[in-house]
């Protein structure tokens, strides 16, 4: 058995890394790929696919967010160990020992907890047809793979996306308000792509090759399909750590700092259940941004707690983003309370330009913007962080994008 010392430790890391120092360091990864690469979801059109989107290895997700691109020799240069298509497969914290699936063993002083989520599977729940070919996830990079490989092969075909979150058209219906989805779905259906409301997928066909063939909807329907794309949901993947640490809202506790309750273990992304400054409450966050920001904050805290000073807790300000086709919205904040919408949000319009605020207890909790420039994205995020108050909400309607630019 082969036994690996390393004083701070990371678990499948999916976020950014700062420098850490000239001590031991070392990140384990399943996946066969760099942790700080991604790639793109690749455009999924009606009646053709197009591929144009970024691919391994010159993708980063780091260089979005004004980070360095982390290449293999970036590693090295920091004294970090990168260990790709490891899984570990059993975490002893109260023994600081990690054993992977090959029976290595490693040791920490320090870990850091970034696995992330996995996919929910509609075969999970038994769906009919489910497992047919060609019906396809998108988490890891050999998902991605084989959905570009599908792709090529399926020219002309027709693919149909059970779901309206990230991984589907991304058109998130719990962030989205009415006026705002009114926008997106004729938007879409002048790319040729039809957004079907109201119903589930119940099952598939497949034909003697085991390959889809149609999707059938609980209200009777049946949608030809040559590709099915699902994007229904993620799960934490916290089950190492079950009954070893503090879980709540479905993720890993930890404080602002991002300790977990057990010393010297912290826990980031995806799967930890932070105080949300902001809001004064515990929340769970699954997005890039929280990904990256947490990493940076959790690695600030050990350094801290090493060097005997103090940083100040996380205070974040959650955020989404997405593109797609010619458009690029971001949203700000929390979507709670009252909404109005104003702006150009004619889905024919050759640049539209719109977005809501929502308004509750009189103040302005949050704030979304399609088409704004830097400058304009900026000022949302302002609003959404300061929740200026409303005093007639006819005028901040009226007064639309220019309320949150005119914000001293």
Known sequence: ??????????????????????????????????????????????GGFNIGAARLP???????????????????????DLILSTEIVKAELSEKTLTSAAGATYTFDNLVIATGSSVIRLTDFGVEGANANNILYLREIDDADKLVEVIQSKKNGKAVIVGGGYIGLELVPRL???GIA????????????????????????????????????????????????????????????????????????????????????????????FPLKLYNELRRVEHVDHSRKSAEHAVKAIKAAEEGTNIEEYDYLPYFYSRAFDLSWQFYGDNVGDTILFGDSDPSSAKPKFGSYWIKDGKVFGA??????PEENKAIAKVAKLQPPVADVDQLKNEGLSFATKLE
């Open 182 to 273: 009114a926008f997106y779905e004729g938007y879409y259906a002048n790319k040729g792509i039809k957004i079907i409301k109201g119903t589930v997928a119940v099952g598939f066909n497949s034909d003697a090759n085991g390959d889809v063939t149609a999707v059938k909807l609980k209200d009777g329907r049946v949608l030809d399909a040559d590709i099915v794309v699902v994007g229904v949901g993620g799960r934490p993947l916290t089950t190492l750590f079950k009954g070893q640490v503090d879980e709540e809202k479905g993720g890993i506790k930890t404080d602002g700092f991002f300790k977990t309750s057990v010393p010297n273990v912290y826990a980031v992304g995806d799967v930890a259940t």
């Open 176 to 178: 989205f308000t009415a």
């Open 1 to 46: 058995m082969k036994v690996y010392r390393a004083k701070r430790l990371l678990v499948r890391i999916e976020t950014s890394m700062k420098r850490w120092g000239a001590d031991e360091h070392k990140v384990a990864s399943r996946n066969r790929v760099l942790p700080s690469s991604i790639l793109r979801e690749t455009n999924l059109i009606t």
């Open 368 to 373: 979304f913007l399609e088409g704004g420039t």
């Open 58 to 80: 010159g993708f980063h997700v780091c260089v979005g967010s004004g980070g360095e691109r982390l290449l293999p020799e970036w590693y090295s240069e920091k004294g970090i």
